[in-house]
């Protein structure tokens, strides 16, 4: 069942913020959250729409993003974040290899290493420049 969809253009933090918060209200709607998991879903859903916005997107105020939000069942929501970017190879984050945990120490990676954790699945596609999460949430 589509909870939420929609296409924003550009890369405004206010946009950002009232972006999370319509989502947000979206999943409260369908179902209640407890504190923990109200937390768990902003935070993944900040985190992949910032993500899409300044690593896919670079910024440029014409490029779109596009959010998508399912529930795929009664306990498990699905959120799908494309960008128009050229993407990145997302193989090794799949394998749990992140540009985080080098010797670089490498600040990029962090974001998605977080998401992976919360999750209970990550995928990605379009050579990267799309992503869908699944995460479930309690009966």
Known sequence: MLLFKKEIVGANPQMVRGL??????CIESWHHLEEEEDYEFRLIINELIVNGIVHGNKCFDD??????VHALDDN???ICIRDQGGGFNYREIERGIFPCDSFLLLERGRGLKIVQSICDDIKFSKNGSWISVKKSIKS
């Open 20 to 25: 999370v918060r319509e989502i947000m209200e």
């Open 63 to 68: 490029k779109v993003l596009t959010v998508i």
């Open 76 to 78: 498990t929501i699905s």
